[in-house]
């Protein structure tokens, strides 16, 4: 069973930076992806950021290009999200998800972290 968990969220200040962290375990994911996504208060679930886990390819929100940067760790199975220049309306908790066939379809979900930006 796969399972996905969170870390690293926390309230910062406008400008500050985080580094959530998501750490992968029970299933092969060499050939998969793996995601971020953002839901805030009152809104629909937001994609983030995708990166492939084969080649470490990666593809970005337009509202966090440049602010933010997936990365991940093949031996510790973890994938990262680096967080510069946060805004509050970045505000919302943040979900990791694996795409175990690379097709776009996110089967497995982490529980989320909160994620506070002040202003």
């Known amino acids: 069973q796969v399972q996905l968990v969170e870390s690293g969220g926390g309230l910062v200040q406008a400008g500050g930076s985080l580094r959530l962290s998501c750490a992968a375990s029970?299933?092969?994911?060499?050939?998969?992806?793996m995601g971020w996504f953002r839901q805030a208060p009152g809104k629909g679930r937001e994609f983030v950021a995708r990166?492939?886990?084969?080649?470490?390819?990666?593809y970005y929100a337009d509202s966090v290009k440049g602010r933010f940067t997936i990365s991940r760790d093949s031996v510790k199975n973890t994938v990262y999200l680096q967080m510069n220049s946060l805004k509050p309306e970045d505000t919302a908790v943040y979900y990791c998800?694996?795409?175990?066939?690379?097709?776009?379809?996110?089967?497995?979900w982490g529980q989320g972290t909160q994620v506070t930006v002040s202003s």
């Open positions: 029970g299933g092969t994911f060499s050939r998969s992806a």
């Open positions: 990166i492939r886990w084969s080649d470490g390819g990666t």
């Open positions: 998800a694996a795409d175990p066939r690379e097709n776009g379809a996110y089967g497995y």
